[in-house]
């Protein structure tokens, strides 16, 4: 080991390379299970919103590029010495933000956006420690090229070491250490490995400074033998967007899909698993080979993916729908990645290179977190990502038109504007008319679509044509919604519609509904005599209207409290002697719900509730112990109720502010969990008696649809008019024994999967 230190020739030193890849390996692991472990301890206190994820995932950009810059300052500016003196330091003082946890008394703002008071919760909670690691990739990188090993001269090999680090806590982390370690237990457990990964860094730091003297001389004549070239500029821009429109795509997927099932690591970690495996891929010896492949199935999966996630998305299940834009995704990142890859600078330029991709996807971040939601109203910047990642495909051919038929160029040259016409001129078609002319519409753009695979040695042209076809398609949509309002929030995007439907006497008739994302949380008849009838998941025949009718003699002079305002339906059936509490986090939606111009249920049956902006555990928390008879949780983000509001704290919290005979109800209707095994396993620990009603309507109403909810109460007697009741089916809940309770440190969504 000795000589390897002793001379100006390469070394194969197997130790050397264990330390620094094992360091690589564990500081990227740390990294990525700090990420959805502290997106999981803040979502409670914003109410579960899939914003959360997103913002914390620009912070961790931001200190990754912070972390970049330090590692790429420090090893052009320093000498080797300076740089592990310094570095030390740094880690050092890291250690008095240890162990992680939230600041004290940290209580996100109700009247403003909460994305600054995040941001600054983050960086003073973790801000330190995930500094010190987001140095180590470029950082040890850089040191391990002066140690002298044989592989010196290339190290980039070390980054998809990091990448496998980081995949591989993400994967771990919703299915081994979520669904076994409370997050108390891995907050602890996480500081420990952060001060392994501190001694590691030292070790590596000492093998350099043990290598250096020896290796001083070695890169004295490397850079006289090889004078230092300027990076050209284009050749840097170039790095920057094929980094940017990745960033960029990965916070747009991963907003897509976690909006419709549950803002949990479990969801997020696809998108970003998959940009990982990128990284390792087109960094590893097989990138040559995969590179090629990766550009030719792109234009082969673009058209599947067109027709059926965009053109025609009611077509498939969820989760067939989820791996096609997962695929998507996955070969528009190979593609971009892969590029980046194929032009790496020399070693010299090592942190530059890297400094310039940590920079570009905190850009990504930052435009899908700050920019987008102020100029977009829905999730645009999602398919505007997808039409840039085919702008950076490579030109694969360039054949003289002499070299092609001239038929097929002329049809080439010609079918772009011709599909662009074709497509203008069906703007002209009134609303009206649409419906008749759907399914000629859709068969034309999935030809369209189709023959995006023509043009697929052309960036510029297919991404153009695709382009058309996406912003098309979702004009359409929108079209055919008929949407009177859209507005975009920390929260999500929420629509209001007016729909026509086909009343008692099969007479149409004009309705608005509120969704958000892409499920219906509201709505509303527009006739002088049905205005006052609640719909829905809350219609009279469902599982309120019951429950409002068997206690109508005892509850009229009832304190009330609702989590979740929606269109405000369930206020009608309030009397004038009850008191309605309504609790909101997101000051959007009572903007809509006060709005006469999209529902007046409060105008008419509320006015005298009160509103509360806020997370609704956390407003409730604040209220007077056994204030209220009957508590209704009826809080949803698109088609997820937040996982913070269905914890043992928060059941326990719920019945102290109920009084002794009180009931609580909640909604659970969900098309992808079984969230009534939560609520069983939590009224057999807590000895609390509860019934359950899935109810379906046994006619066609108009707007009275499935649903499901459960009712709890402290003593079974006070459920017994429901349980004897007439107008549902009311049952008691099922038990189930394999399930873990949920708590505010333990959550598993794996075990209630539907």
Known sequence: MTSAFNNNTPHNNLACLVLFTLTLFVSASLMF?????????????????????????????ILLFLGYLYAHYVSSRLKQSRQIQLHSTLILLSF?????????????????????????????????????????????????????HHTSDDPYYLYAASNAGSLLALVSYPFLIEPQIGLAAQRSSWSIGYLGLCGLILGCGFWLWRAQRAQQDKVKLIESENPLQPLNLSTQIRWLLLAFVPSSLLLGL????????????????????????????????????????????QPIVLLPFLAYSFINPAVLPYWLDLG????????????????????????????????????????????????????????????IMIIAALLLRPNLVNLPATQMTWQWSVIKQ???????????CLLYLSVD?????????????????????????????????????????????????????????????????????????????KIHELFHGTTKHGAQRLSDQLRE?????????????????????????????????????????????????????DPLVIKIAKNPDYFNYLQL??????????????????????????????????????????????????????????????????????????????????????????????????????TDWVVMAKNPQTLALLEKSRLGHWEKLPLYFDMKPWTDDFTNIIEIWK
């Open 33 to 61: 299970i700090l990420q959805p472990m502290f997106g999981k301890i803040l979502l409670p206190l914003l109410g579960g919103s899939p914003a959360v994820w997103n913002t914390c995932m620009v912070f961790y950009q």
């Open 605 to 706: 049956c509320g006015k005298t509730a009160t509103l509360t902006v806020g997370d609704a555990r956390l407003s409730i928390a604040k209220e007077p112990a056994q204030q209220f008879d009957l508590l209704i949780m009826d809080a949803f983000s698109s088609d997820s109720v937040p996982t913070h509001l269905l914890t043992r704290e928060a059941l326990e919290l719920y019945f102290s502010k109920l009084k002794p005979d009180g009931l609580l109800a909640f909604h659970i209707t969900n098309r992808h969990l079984s969230l009534k095994k939560v609520l069983a396993y939590h009224a057999q620990q807590l000895k609390l008696a509860a019934l359950i009603q899935e109810f379906k309507p046994q006619q066609d109403l108009p707007l009275i649809v499935a």
């Open 533 to 585: 009838t609640p719909l829905s998941y809350y219609s009279r025949l469902g599982p309120m209207g019951q429950l409002f009718k068997e206690f109508e003699g005892q509850s009229q002079n009832w304190q009330i409290g609702v989590v979740g305002l929606g269109a405000g339906a369930l206020v009608c059936y309030s009397t004038p002697q009850q008191h309605w509490t309504l609790y909101e986090i």
């Open 254 to 297: 991963t907003n897509f899909i976690s909006t419709d099932i549950a803002s949990v690591p479990l969801l997020w970690v696809i998108p970003l698993a998959l940009y990982l495996l990128s990284f390792i891929l087109v960094f590893s010896s097989w990138a040559d080979k995969i590179h090629p492949v990766m550009l030719t199935l």
């Open 324 to 383: 096609l834009h997962s695929l998507a995704f996955l070969l528009s990142v190979m593609v971009c990645h892969g590029e980046l890859a194929k032009s790496r600078p020399p070693t010299r330029y090592l942190t530059h290179f890297y400094l310039i991709m940590s920079f570009a996807g905190m850009l990504g971040g930052m435009f899908n977190s700050f920019v987008a939601p102020f100029i977009f109203n829905a999730v645009y910047e999602y398919p």
């Open 433 to 509: 008319d649409l419906p008749s002319y759907l399914d000629s519409i859709g068969v034309m753009l999935i030809l369209l679509a189709g023959l995006t695979y023509a043009f697929r040695q052309q960036p510029i042209t297919l991404a153009l044509l695709t382009g058309a076809i996406l912003f098309f398609t979702m004009g359409l949509h929108s079209l055919l919604s008929n949407t009177l309002f859209q507005e975009r929030s920390f929260f999500g995007v929420f629509a209001v519609r007016e729909t026509i439907i086909a009343d008692e006497n099969n007479q149409p008739e």
């Open 96 to 148: 008095f933000v240890l162990p992680l946890a939230l600041p004290e008394h940290s209580s996100p703002p109700t009247d403003s956006n909460p994305t600054g008071w995040l941001l600054w919760t983050l960086l003073l909670a973790i801000g330190l420690p995930f500094f010190v690691v987001s140095t180590t990739s470029p950082l040890l990188q850089k040191w391990f090229a002066g140690v002298g």
């Open 414 to 424: 010609a079918l772009l504007p011709v599909t662009l016409l074709l497509l203008g």
